[in-house]
Antibody, heavy 120, light 107 residues
Framework: QGHLVESGGGLVKPGGSLRLSCAAS????????MSWLRQVPGKGLEWLSY????????QAADSVKGRFIISRDNSENSLYLEMNSLSVEDTAVYYC?????????????WGPGTKVTVSS | SYVLTQPPSVSVAPGKTASITCGGP??????VHWYRQRPGQAPVLVMF???DRPSGIPERISGSKSGNTATLTISRVEAGDEADYYC??????????FGGGTKLTVL
């Protein structure tokens, strides 16, 4: 079925940077698109970015475009999210998710999430 | 921007049927996916492409769509179904949209 575990969250000051990691196991990582999403505590879900199997295609939501960069290392079964110019509005739980579908993407496997707090 | 509208809350007695709606313009043209999120846990995909169930999701959970509204139906509701439910549509190359979520309360 598969397993995803995020890491790298924590407390960071406004304007700072953070790199999140996501370790995948139990499925062929290189066969799947992957995504990052987030959820402000008590609020709804927000998709942030996805990356294709060979990293040739990446898309990002307008809210993070130019600040957040998604990447992957298929040899390490790992997904990453480089987050720059962080603001308090970026405080949330960040999830990585396996991404399925062709015309319409869905997220069929999620990690437990890692919490990012942006505060001075 | 594209907006999906869900009722904030739905309440249902055990053993009854719960229907959670998701409305949006031209939703008929897009595949709708549904997620269940129990308190303190990550979301779980419970329905994709309007009415397809991932493996492990019971048959009493079903999805449908008519006009501008998609519906997630949970039959024979159990206490374990109490959770937040989110619909999601892929609307454009860089625009995934989630509904605001519906809190399902089992009375």
């Amino acid at each position: 079925q598969g397993h995803l575990v995020e890491s790298g969250g924590g407390l960071v000051k406004p304007g700072g940077s953070l790199r999140l990691s996501c370790a995948a196991s139990g499925f062929v990582f290189s066969d799947h698109y992957m995504s990052w999403l987030r959820q402000v505590p008590g609020k709804g879900l927000e998709w942030l970015s996805y990356i294709s199997t060979s990293a040739t295609t990446r898309q990002a939501a307008d809210s993070v475009k130019g600040r957040f960069i998604i990447s992957r290392d298929n040899s390490e079964n790992s997904l990453y999210l480089e987050m720059n110019s962080l603001s308090v509005e970026d405080t949330a739980v960040y999830y990585c998710a396996r991404t399925i579908g062709t015309d319409s993407l869905a997220f069929d496997l999620w990690g437990p999430g890692t919490k990012v707090t942006v505060s001075s | 921007s594209y907006v999906l509208t869900q009722p904030p809350s739905v309440s249902v007695a055990p053993g009854k049927t719960a229907s959670i709606t998701c409305g949006g313009p031209n939703i008929g043209r897009n595949s709708v996916h549904w997620y269940r999120q129990r308190p303190g846990q990550a979301p779980v995909l419970v329905m994709f492409d309007d009415s397809d169930r991932p493996s492990g999701i019971p048959e009493r959970i079903s999805g449908s769509k008519s006009g501008n509204t998609a519906t997630l139906t949970i039959s024979r509701v159990e206490a374990g179904d109490e959770a937040d439910y989110y619909c999601q549509v892929w609307h454009g190359l860089s625009d995934q949209v989630f509904g605001g979520g519906t809190k399902l309360t089992v009375l």
